[in-house]
Protein backbone atom coordinates (compact mmCIF):
# COMPACT_ATOMS: atom_id res chain seq x y z
CA UNK A 1 0.00 0.00 0.00
CA UNK A 2 1.37 3.67 -1.03
CA UNK A 3 2.82 5.65 2.12
CA UNK A 4 0.00 8.27 0.52
CA UNK A 5 -2.67 6.29 1.12
CA UNK A 6 -1.68 4.91 4.64
CA UNK A 7 -1.12 9.15 5.83
CA UNK A 8 -4.67 9.29 4.34
CA UNK A 9 -5.70 6.65 6.93
CA UNK A 10 -4.41 8.05 9.93
CA UNK A 11 -5.37 11.77 8.76
CA UNK A 12 -8.49 10.32 9.05
CA UNK A 13 -8.08 8.86 11.98
CA UNK A 14 -6.45 11.93 13.71
CA UNK A 15 -9.75 14.02 12.49
CA UNK A 16 -11.79 11.37 14.51
CA UNK A 17 -12.84 10.52 10.52
CA UNK A 18 -12.62 6.43 8.52
CA UNK A 19 -11.94 7.02 5.50
CA UNK A 20 -11.66 4.31 2.83
CA UNK A 21 -12.65 3.96 -0.99
CA UNK A 22 -15.26 1.96 -2.94
CA UNK A 23 -15.02 0.17 -6.16
CA UNK A 24 -17.55 2.10 -8.78
CA UNK A 25 -17.12 -0.96 -11.19
CA UNK A 26 -17.74 -4.04 -9.10
CA UNK A 27 -18.86 -1.98 -5.29
CA UNK A 28 -15.79 -3.42 -3.24
CA UNK A 29 -15.48 -1.46 0.29
CA UNK A 30 -11.64 -0.94 1.36
CA UNK A 31 -10.69 0.35 4.31
CA UNK A 32 -7.83 1.87 4.31
CA UNK A 33 -8.00 2.57 0.54
CA UNK A 34 -5.91 1.25 -1.85
CA UNK A 35 -5.07 2.42 -5.50
CA UNK A 36 -6.20 -1.27 -7.13
CA UNK A 37 -9.84 -2.85 -6.51
CA UNK A 38 -8.58 -6.38 -5.07
CA UNK A 39 -11.75 -7.78 -5.97
CA UNK A 40 -11.88 -6.88 -10.22
CA UNK A 41 -8.31 -4.94 -10.39
CA UNK A 42 -10.16 -1.61 -11.54
CA UNK A 43 -8.60 1.49 -10.25
CA UNK A 44 -12.52 2.85 -10.92
CA UNK A 45 -12.32 4.18 -6.80
CA UNK A 46 -14.15 6.70 -4.94
CA UNK A 47 -13.62 8.16 -1.74
CA UNK A 48 -15.29 6.61 1.35
CA UNK A 49 -16.43 7.57 4.93
CA UNK A 50 -17.45 4.74 7.91
CA UNK A 51 -19.27 5.41 10.97
CA UNK A 52 -17.69 3.35 13.00
CA UNK A 53 -20.21 1.15 14.31
CA UNK A 54 -19.95 -2.78 14.15
CA UNK A 55 -19.61 -6.14 15.58
CA UNK A 56 -16.72 -7.71 17.15
CA UNK A 57 -15.87 -10.51 14.86
CA UNK A 58 -13.13 -12.04 16.63
CA UNK A 59 -10.48 -10.99 19.55
CA UNK A 60 -7.33 -11.35 21.60
CA UNK A 61 -5.43 -10.02 24.62
CA UNK A 62 -2.10 -8.47 24.24
CA UNK A 63 -0.30 -9.51 27.25
CA UNK A 64 3.64 -8.50 25.83
CA UNK A 65 2.90 -5.02 24.14
CA UNK A 66 4.92 -2.68 22.08
CA UNK A 67 6.89 -0.55 23.82
CA UNK A 68 3.91 2.53 23.07
CA UNK A 69 1.47 0.36 24.57
CA UNK A 70 3.02 -0.47 28.22
CA UNK A 71 0.90 1.25 30.35
CA UNK A 72 -2.67 0.36 29.37
CA UNK A 73 -1.53 -3.79 28.93
CA UNK A 74 -2.60 -5.96 29.37
CA UNK A 75 -5.13 -5.17 26.45
CA UNK A 76 -7.72 -6.02 24.08
CA UNK A 77 -7.30 -6.06 19.76
CA UNK A 78 -9.99 -7.42 17.63
CA UNK A 79 -11.66 -7.52 14.52
CA UNK A 80 -14.74 -5.28 14.00
CA UNK A 81 -17.10 -5.65 11.26
CA UNK A 82 -18.42 -2.20 10.50
CA UNK A 83 -22.34 -1.93 9.79
CA UNK A 84 -20.96 -1.28 6.01
CA UNK A 85 -20.06 -4.44 5.10
CA UNK A 86 -15.67 -3.94 5.88
CA UNK A 87 -13.40 -5.25 8.37
CA UNK A 88 -10.81 -3.24 10.46
CA UNK A 89 -8.57 -4.16 13.33
CA UNK A 90 -8.48 -2.00 16.65
CA UNK A 91 -7.88 -1.87 20.11
CA UNK A 92 -10.59 -2.96 22.13
CA UNK A 93 -12.29 -1.03 25.18
CA UNK A 94 -13.85 -2.41 28.24
CA UNK A 95 -13.41 -5.80 27.11
CA UNK A 96 -16.06 -5.97 24.35
CA UNK A 97 -17.45 -9.80 24.06
CA UNK A 98 -17.21 -11.56 20.30
CA UNK A 99 -21.01 -10.56 18.68
CA UNK A 100 -21.29 -6.92 20.51
CA UNK A 101 -21.75 -3.99 19.39
CA UNK A 102 -18.93 -1.48 19.35
CA UNK A 103 -18.37 2.23 18.06
CA UNK A 104 -15.05 3.54 16.98
CA UNK A 105 -13.13 6.14 19.71
CA UNK A 106 -10.21 7.93 19.08
CA UNK A 107 -7.72 8.03 21.64
CA UNK A 108 -5.30 10.98 22.52
CA UNK A 109 -1.69 9.84 21.65
CA UNK A 110 0.86 12.75 21.80
CA UNK A 111 0.30 14.49 18.70
CA UNK A 112 -1.86 11.84 16.78
CA UNK A 113 -4.81 9.55 17.47
CA UNK A 114 -5.22 6.02 17.89
CA UNK A 115 -8.15 4.20 16.54
CA UNK A 116 -10.19 2.03 19.48
CA UNK A 117 -13.63 0.47 20.01
CA UNK A 118 -15.81 0.20 22.98
CA UNK A 119 -19.68 -1.36 23.53
CA UNK A 120 -22.32 0.61 22.16
Known amino acids: MSEYL ?11 ELKGCECTSCGMLM ?7 PNCGLRDLTDKGY ?9 TVIHVPLPRF ?5 HGVGIIDLDEGVSISGLLLDDPVIGQRVKAVYLEDGEKKLLAFKPV
Request: charged share 25%; net charge positive; hydrophobic share 30%.
Open 6 to 16: VSKFWEGVNNE
Open 51 to 59: KGTGTVKTK
Open 70 to 74: QEMSP
Open 31 to 37: LPARIIC
